[in-house]
């Protein structure tokens, strides 16, 4: 069974950090993997996909990389700003997209 | 594309009431999953299907829970009876089977509130 573990459970930053965040997985054997940004109260919205044969993507100050041997991903956000404050959730898929629990961000201005 | 479209958006009902929740997916996509996301148990997929087929609804908590496709373009989930312990945000999403690089793209979500 397919467990997504997501790391730090919660983070705050001043205004300005660069800062990474942390996605494990337990089966590598996964089609792509998808980085979701959740704000209160509202829906996911996705933010980059890395298909399983893709090292990185990058979209704006995102920076998301895969390393599917040994099932990491992380993601990077550049300067981050007081709107980069939200949940952050990690989802592998092969039949199913599995969620981990999110990484809930703060950026203090 | 006005993405995936659920509706309502808030429901709030009396326990033992029935309730149900629908989604209309992206027009092209082929598979629909359904997620429950609770504050104790994050998001939970409860069935998904393909082809307008259920493909694995071992989610699904109890039978109270059912949910039906049938067409290409419309989804419901019912709860009946419904429990105070249902309440969650309730979300659907759509993706394409046939490409199973591509992503997944999820509906604004219903939050059920059960009294």
């Known amino acids: 069974k397919q467990e997504v573990t997501q790391i730090p459970a919660a983070l705050s930053v001043p205004e300005g950090e660069n800062l990474v965040l942390n996605c494990s997985f337990t089966?590598?054997?996964?089609?792509?993997l998808q980085w979701f940004r959740q704000d209160p109260g509202k829906g996911l919205t996705s933010l980059l996909l890395?298909?399983?044969?893709?090292r990185e993507q990058t979209s704006g100050r995102l920076n998301a990389s895969l390393d599917k041997s040994s099932g990491r991903s992380t993601l990077y956000i550049a300067a981050s700003q007081p709107g980069d404050s939200a949940t952050y959730l990690c989802?592998?898929?092969?039949?199913?997209?599995?969620f981990g629990a999110g990484t809930i961000l703060r950026v203090k201005s | 594309d006005a993405g995936v479209i659920q509706s309502p958006r808030h429901e709030v009902t009396e326990m033992g009431q029935e309730v149900t929740l629908r989604c209309k997916p992206i027009?092209?996509?082929?598979?629909l999953f359904w997620y429950r996301q609770t504050m104790m148990r994050g998001l939970e997929l409860l069935i998904y299907?393909?082809?307008?087929?259920?493909?694995?609804d071992s989610g699904m908590p109890e039978d109270r829970f059912s949910a039906k496709m049938p067409n290409a373009s419309f989804s419901t989930l019912k709860i009946q009876p419904s429990e105070p312990r249902d309440s969650a945000v309730y979300f659907c999403?759509?993706?394409?089977?046939?490409?199973?690089?591509?992503?997944?793209?999820f509906g604004s979500g219903t939050r059920l509130t059960v009294v």
């Open positions: 299907f393909n082809n307008n087929v259920p493909i694995d």
């Open positions: 989802a592998v898929k092969k039949d199913k997209l599995v």
């Open positions: 890395i298909q399983s044969s893709q």
């Open positions: 027009s092209g996509h082929n598979s």
């Open positions: 089966d590598s054997a996964i089609y792509n």
């Open positions: 999403a759509s993706s394409t089977r046939t490409d199973l690089n591509y992503g997944y793209t």
